[in-house]
């Protein structure tokens, strides 16, 4: 496969146990935040998204919680599957040197064993 | 279905040799990024176009050249100039500013 995110924190997951993902956003005003998946070998997925008036978003197995205070957003995954292995990466979006464009973080590995 | 293809998977470059990477989208999204992926890095936006006929320079656009002739298509041009191009290529669109992005599945490109 693609050799995106060789030096990556890893987070190892037993298959059926909960994961959480975390990431630190940098600014302050980014008022939008999106959690993509990106398995080996293709381009990232839009897995869920949260404005900055919320602290939590539930969609399908998959939770978004957001901290303004501490800039911190967190991605967990119920009862985790062998199909969740992939890397896993934030992005908010703020007005920039780009006009309202993402930036997005280094990533996460998520490893689901059996 | 609607979606955003980019060609070819893999490429090769030889030193000194100008690549050209496709992006075409038909989701009818006004606007379209370039991203570079490294090992341990998060993306890194080259180019992006907000309309046709106009684009904007990225973080790191020096050593690459794109064009915006269609809403459907925004091909890369990996130059001479780029010393270091071996990466992973990431197109993506959007329908607007703040509008979160659909990617496409991304070019390998090594220099041999």
């Known amino acids: 496969g693609e050799s995106v995110g060789l030096h990556l924190p890893t987070l190892s997951v037993q298959e059926g146990d909960n994961s959480i993902i975390n990431c630190a956003y940098s600014?302050?005003?980014?008022?939008?935040f999106i959690w993509y998946k990106q398995e080996s070998g293709k381009g990232p997925q839009f897995i869920i998204d949260?404005?900055?008036?919320?602290d939590k978003r539930q969609g399908q197995r998959v939770t978004v919680l957001l901290n303004k205070t501490v800039k911190h957003l967190s991605l967990q995954i119920a009862a985790t599957q062998p199909g969740d292995s992939a890397v896993y990466f934030c992005?908010?979006?703020?007005?920039?040197?780009?006009?309202?464009?993402?930036?997005f973080g280094p990533g996460t590995r998520l490893s689901v064993l059996p | 279905d609607g979606g955003i293809t980019q060609s070819p998977k893999y490429l090769f470059r030889k030193e000194g040799q100008n690549v050209t990477l496709s992006c075409e989208q038909n989701?009818?999204?006004?606007?379209m990024y370039w991203y570079r992926q490294d090992p341990g890095q998060g993306l890194r936006l080259i180019y992006y176009?907000?309309?046709?006929?106009?684009?904007q320079k990225g973080d790191i656009a020096e050593g690459y050249s794109v064009s915006r002739e269609k809403k459907e298509s925004f091909p890369l041009t990996v130059t001479s100039a780029q010393k270091n191009p071996t990466a992973f290529y990431l197109c993506?669109?959007?329908?607007?500013?703040?509008?979160?992005?659909?990617f496409g599945s991304g070019t390998r490109l090594t220099v041999v």
């Open positions: 993506a669109s959007s329908p607007g500013q703040g509008i979160g992005y659909t």
């Open positions: 949260i404005r900055s008036n919320m």
């Open positions: 992005a908010e979006n703020f007005l920039g040197n780009y006009g309202q464009n993402f930036v």
């Open positions: 600014n302050s005003a980014s008022d939008y």
């Open positions: 176009s907000q309309i046709v006929n106009d684009f």
């Open positions: 989701l009818n999204h006004d606007a």
